[in-house]
């Protein structure tokens, strides 16, 4: 399969690359004015788009209440999350709107690697939420419990001091030469610290 032509637009230098569709908008050989292109979404009549990117969408397999998406153009957001600039590319968009299912006025806010960052914390605090009740873990079940706990617990999803604290006295039990155990540790000194600084109660059950 030959590889997809790019277009040699100016883009900012700390552009986020997308794993699969890379760095720059990809030349999809279809050619529609740039005024029909913004007049097919009201989502493209501000963005900052690349017409050389344009798909014609099957508005058929839509998911749209009054009026669907004509094109899709690779745009240049900014991520709510890190604040990079990146590319929401068209071959994306299709992938959403068509396959997935994803209603035609929902738009990408986040960056790729954030979007995945994002999910993988999910599945983890998930994980994590359905081992913390369970009290017959394997040795090997706890240590990914206490590894689940301090990865959340320093991303900031976790607060919860008393019962981190219980699991932390059980690690310290059962596998305290587990790295995870000490990042568990260290994890909730820093806590304490920062809640006698701020002086405000520590939130609980983010993990229920």
């Not at 397999?61 to 094109?71: E, H, T, V």
């Not at 999803?157 to 059980?170: E, F, H, I, Y």
């Amino acid at each position: 399969m030959s590889k997809p032509s790019r277009s040699n637009a100016v883009l900012p230098d700390n552009l986020v690359p997308h794993v699969r569709y890379g760095l720059r908008p990809i030349v999809s050989g279809q050619s529609v004015p740039e005024a029909t292109i913004r007049f097919g979404h009201w989502s493209l009549s501000n963005a900052v788009i690349f017409p050389e990117s344009v798909l014609a969408a099957d508005v058929e397999r839509q998911n749209y209440a009054l009026y669907p998406r004509r094109y899709y153009v690779d745009t240049l957001s900014t991520c709510r999350s890190c604040g990079r600039p990146f590319l929401f590319f068209a071959l994306e968009q299709q992938h959403w709107y068509e396959e997935l299912g994803f209603y035609v006025d929902a738009n990408c806010v986040t960056c790729q690697p954030c979007r995945h960052e994002v999910h993988a914390q999910q599945d983890q605090l998930k994980r994590f939420s359905q081992a913390i009740r369970n009290e017959e873990l394997s040795r090997g079940e706890l240590m990914t419990l206490v590894d689940d706990a301090a990865d959340l617990l320093i991303a900031g999803v976790l607060r919860d001091r008393v019962r981190l604290g219980a699991l932390k006295n059980r690690a310290l039990r059962e596998c305290a030469e587990h790295p995870g155990t000490t990042r568990l540790t260290l994890a909730l000194k820093q806590l304490e610290r920062d809640s006698s600084m701020t002086g405000k109660p520590t939130a609980r059950g983010l993990e229920s």
